[in-house]
């Protein structure tokens, strides 16, 4: 893990014109910066040496963006879990027993903005939730997976289903029984909040925490890199 201290300063790259192509794409220095944000704060990664990275001088940094920016161009379907993704993890208990949750706007958002823009979207969860689904499904989100005890299982059946491969799937997830997933996709993604488990081997960690706008950052980020983000006037904050 690096601290702020360790890593380069993006602001001493204020006039840096370095430009990335990713086949159609062009993706200009200032989008790796915000792509990377976190970087500057910390990087958990196991796929470096020692389990931690080092980063030497600036270069190895714009390497780092590089290999993720190249895996978000390559993502058609996004998948995540339910508690601890889209929501922050906790339940109200209810006294007729009822399991209330707590959902961001804006990743409501970002995930009709990823249906319009042609992504397929799934949740997949262990749990149980009939607003949930509802919900769900007024954001255009019809891939909802309830009471599975494997996650993998449904991803490898979507893959084969929309006929992509591994690398097309990103997922993201926050605790350990969904290291199961981590195994079937290409991306591996995790909110800043998520088990330790998943920090040392997740491609990309979000700076924001479960339920609290996660899901907005990595589909916004996957977007700009494919060059679909907008603002679009048939969404709406729902």
């Not at 509802?134 to 006929?163: H, V, W, Y």
């Not at 909110?191 to 916004?220: F, H, K, W």
């Amino acid at each position: 893990m690096l601290n702020a201290t360790d890593a380069p300063h993006f602001g001493e790259m204020a006039e840096a014109i370095f430009m990335l192509d990713f086949r159609e794409n062009r993706v200009s220095f200032c989008a790796v910066v915000m792509l990377m944000n976190y970087a500057q704060l910390q990087i958990y990664s196991s796929a470096f040496w020692a389990d931690k990275v080092f980063m030497l001088n600036r270069l190895t940094l714009l390497l780092f963006c590089m290999h993720l920016l190249e895996k978000l161009s390559k993502v058609k379907l996004l998948v995540f879990d339910l508690d601890g993704v889209l929501t922050n993890g906790k339940l109200l208990v209810m006294p007729n027993g009822e399991w209330i949750r707590e959902m961001d706007i804006k990743d409501g958002y970002a995930l009709q903005h990823a249906v319009k823009s042609g992504l397929k979207v799934a949740v997949i969860t262990g749990s149980f939730s009939i607003p949930v689904k509802e919900r769900l499904s007024s954001l255009g989100i019809e891939l909802f997976f309830e009471n599975t005890p494997q996650k993998s299982l449904i991803i490898k059946q979507l893959i084969e289903d929309f006929a992509i491969d591994k690398d097309s799937v990103l997922f993201m997830g926050d605790d350990l029984p969904d290291l199961d997933a981590f195994d079937a996709v290409g991306v591996k993604t995790c909110p800043a909040d998520a088990a330790t488990e998943l920090l040392q081997v997740a491609d990309y960690i979000s700076p924001q925490s479960g339920g609290n706008g996660c899901v907005r950052d990595i589909i916004e980020k996957t977007l700009r890199t494919q060059g679909k983000w907008s603002a679009p006037t048939n969404i709406q904050s729902i």
